[in-house]
């Protein structure tokens, strides 16, 4: 089966819908869980948008912090780095997700109210990172535990 190419999808349809992998994008975007819907960038992104972008040969989505000339300060809600992301490398930006069969949109009020909330203090949300990341570690531990005793997979 062949990989999709994002940015060519985007580019031919204007949207892509995709299910994002890895926990960078916690508690709000669930690994493997939520279906993201993300169109063409066509202009320059707005603090708390979430860019798709590309580094390397890899898809990133994360969110824009501060939009300075020619590049953003990008940062993923559950990494305590920023990433300086080049304008070029930007080719789309996520409109909104499916958590579930709820769909949550990126402009409704409430929502955006959660990710100020989020980013508000920075030292508070270090803290709500380090206790995501032992929360998975202990849900890894005890599913390694169980296929142990029981044999299966």
Do not use: Q
């Not at 669930?30 to 898809?59: M, Q």
């Not at 912090?65 to 996520?94: H, Q, S, T, W």
């Amino acid at each position: 089966m062949e990989e999709l190419n994002y940015k060519t999808e985007i580019e031919k349809n204007g949207v892509i819908t995709f299910v994002p992998t890895g926990n960078s994008m916690l508690p709000f975007i669930k690994n493997h869980k939520y279906t993201v819907i993300a169109v063409k960038k066509t202009e320059r992104l707005k603090p708390f948008d979430v860019a798709l972008y590309t580094v390397g040969d890899k898809y990133v989505l994360h969110r824009v912090l501060a939009v300075k000339d020619g590049y953003y300060i990008i940062c993923g809600d559950n990494r305590p780095e920023y990433e300086k992301v080049n304008e070029d490398d930007v080719f789309g930006v996520m409109t909104g997700y499916y958590k579930g069969k709820k769909y949550v949109d990126c402009n409704d009020p409430a929502y955006i109210k959660k990710i100020k909330k989020w980013y508000k203090n920075e030292k508070t949300r270090k803290r709500k990172i380090k206790r995501i990341y032992r929360n998975i570690s202990i849900k890894h531990k005890f599913k390694r535990l169980f296929e142990i005793l029981t044999g299966k997979k």
